[in-house]
Structure formats: C-alpha cells, structure tokens
C-alpha cells in the first residue's frame, strides 16, 4: 500500500512527488505516454536555465531527479483508477497498485491532426501553444488551426504579437470570429526548413510564417468520469489546495486549466503535494 501514487511524470506529477517523498511518504510516479513538456522544443521562460533547455532534457531532469531522492518510478500506462471506500486502486496495464490517496498529473493530450508537413515542421513554424512560441513570430503572418473556444483565446493571444492571424477551420464549421477565416480543407503544409505555404485541396495556396495547432484539448478527464470528480470542461475542479470533491483525490498541472506552463504546474504540484501529506499525517477524514 503505497501512501501516494502519482499519475504522471511532468513538471507537476514529478513535484508533487518530491514534496511527498521528503515528507517520508510511500511514493510511486506512474508515467507513459509523451507528456507536454516533451512536445516543447524550446523552453525559455523557465527560472534556472540561461539559454533556455528542451522539454526532453527538463522532462528527463525531473524524473531522474525523483529517482535519486529514492521515489519508485515505473513507466507503464495507467488504465483506470477505483476508489474501494478506505483506499484506492490504480490499475495499470502491467498489474494495480493500492494507495491511500493519488495524484492526478497527467496534463491534457493535444490533438494532432493527420495533415501532411504537421509532424515533420514541428518547431520549424508549427506550434501548439501561443503563449510560448508568439514571440517567435512577431510582425509575420500566421494561421490558427481549429474552430473552437481554444483556437480563438489563441488566436486573440497571438494577435498582440504577430502581423496577422488568419484561421483554418479545416472543412470544419466556421467559429463567430472577426478574424479571417478559410474553412478550405488542407492538402498539406510545405517549405523548405520552416513552414512557407498552406496548401489546400482545392489548389490554392495561403503563404504563412507559422500555423498553431488549436484543435481543443482532449482532457485527461478519463478518470475523473469514473471517480465522479467534478469537472469543468475537460479540466478537473480543485480547491486552492488542490483537492478535487474527492478526499484523498488531488489534482495539479495542465489538467486544472488556467496557465498551461511549466511554472504553474510545478508550484500546483508543490501544493498537492503538501496537501497529501497533510491528509496522511491527519487520517483520512470524512467530507
Ligand atoms: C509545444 C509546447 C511548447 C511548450 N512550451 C512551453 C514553454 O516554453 N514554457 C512553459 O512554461 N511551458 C511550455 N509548454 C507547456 C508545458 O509543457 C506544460 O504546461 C507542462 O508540461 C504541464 O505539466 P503537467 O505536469 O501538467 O503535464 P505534462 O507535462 O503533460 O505531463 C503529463 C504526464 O502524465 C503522464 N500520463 C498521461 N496519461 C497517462 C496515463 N494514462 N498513464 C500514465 N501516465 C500518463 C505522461 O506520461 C506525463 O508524464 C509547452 C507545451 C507544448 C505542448
């Protein structure tokens, strides 16, 4: 019986681990598949690190550090979680681990459409977040990919920054924006080292410097649904503590929405961990 288990090995997953580990709690960190950080090229807003690191190496960093504290770390994909009343179950696909209380961390999945060019100019003018990349396109011309709430706060994010922004909807249906929009199914995006032109099906071309993939997020509210934890859109609810509606339940990183960047998922972490250790040392209470 472990006194925490942690579903995720990102920025917040990995520090709310360490919090709970120098606590002398029973830490295991469960994680699989790319989180976000690894998707960052480049991460230069980050306290600590001059010149600026990749998400790789800064995801690499933390989950070795948790193991040099002793945290047990397995990379295995969690399939489902099941509360048994005085404890939980995390079931993975490599056999279940019981634990006193656990710790959502697993970010939101970002959604990559199946257009050609999309994979291979990630980070040459493909982007998934306009927080982190719009300086890099400043004064050029860029297009938002999707039709959503999420396409428009990034487009409205980008437009400070960049020249003009123009969305793609893709076929799909057009958002009530003022910003351009073509609703032309893409053929595929071409350059020759960075992004240069949207090809659409219908032969004609839109030149752009960058395109934001902003296609909605898929949340990681899987568990949440078959826990019963209350939700807001696909983002888990949580107190300033990080508690769901859930006691033992806690919540930190991306999927609680607000700032998706590394500072917030790692200060929520920090919380969530202190959180744990509180509800362990106290015994579980009834809500
Ligand atoms: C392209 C890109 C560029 C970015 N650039 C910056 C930047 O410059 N600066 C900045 O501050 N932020 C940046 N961000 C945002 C930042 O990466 C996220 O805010 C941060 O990684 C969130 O941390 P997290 O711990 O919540 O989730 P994540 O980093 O997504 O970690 C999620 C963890 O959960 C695990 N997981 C998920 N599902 C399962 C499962 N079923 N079973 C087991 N494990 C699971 C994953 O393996 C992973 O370990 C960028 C994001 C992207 C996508």
Same mark, same amino acid.
Request: hydrophobic content about 35%; charged content about 25%.
């Given at each position: 019986?472990?006194?925490? %288990? ?14 709970? +580990? ?22 230069? *807003?980050?306290?600590? @690190?001059? #010149? ?25 994909? %969690? %399939?489902? &979680? ?27 999945? !970002?959604? +990559? ?10 980070? !040459? ?9 719009? @300086? ?7 297009? &938002? ?11 409205? =994010? ?21 910003? =351009?929009?073509?609703?032309? +199914? ?8 960075? %992004? ?26 899987? @568990?949440?649904?078959?826990? #019963? ?5 696909? *983002? ?8 769901? *509606? ?10 609680? #929405? ?19 250790? =509180? ?9």
């Amino acid at each position: 019986m472990y006194d925490v %288990v942690v579903i995720g090995g990102g920025p917040s997953g990995i520090s709310a681990s360490l919090y709970a +580990k120098r606590a002398n709690l029973e830490v295991l960190v469960l994680h699989n598949n790319e989180s976000n950080v690894e998707q960052a090229h480049q991460i230069d *807003n980050f306290y600590g @690190f001059p #010149g600026g690191i990749t998400g790789k190496e800064l995801y690499n960093k933390g989950i070795r550090q948790a193991e040099q504290l002793g945290i047990e770390v397995k990379k295995v994909q %969690v %399939v489902g &979680v099941e509360n048994l009343g005085k404890h939980f179950n995390v079931k993975t696909v490599k056999g279940n681990f019981e634990t006193k209380t656990i710790i959502i961390s697993t970010g939101n999945k !970002k959604i +990559k459409p199946n257009i050609p060019g999309i994979y291979e100019f990630e980070g !040459k003018g493909i982007s998934y977040c306009a927080i982190c990349d719009a @300086f890099f396109f400043r004064n050029k011309n860029v297009a &938002v990919l999707g039709n959503g709430e999420f396409a428009i706060s990034e487009a409205n =994010e980008l437009s400070h920054i960049v020249k003009k922004v123009t969305i793609l909807t893709n076929g799909l249906e057009a958002p009530n924006t003022e910003y =351009e929009i073509i609703k032309k +199914k893409i053929k595929q995006i071409t350059g020759s080292t960075n %992004v240069e032109k949207i090809e659409f099906e219908d032969g004609s071309n839109l030149e752009i410097d960058g395109v934001f993939i902003a296609l909605g997020e898929a949340g990681a509210s899987d @568990f949440a649904k078959t826990l #019963g934890l209350f939700q807001d859109g696909d *983002n888990i609810k949580v107190n300033e503590k990080m508690e769901t *509606n859930i006691n033992g339940i806690y919540a930190c990183g991306n999927i609680t #929405g607000g700032l998706l960047q590394v500072c917030k998922a790692v200060y929520e972490g920090a919380i969530a961990g202190l959180s744990a250790i =509180e509800y362990i040392r106290e015994g579980r209470k009834e809500k």
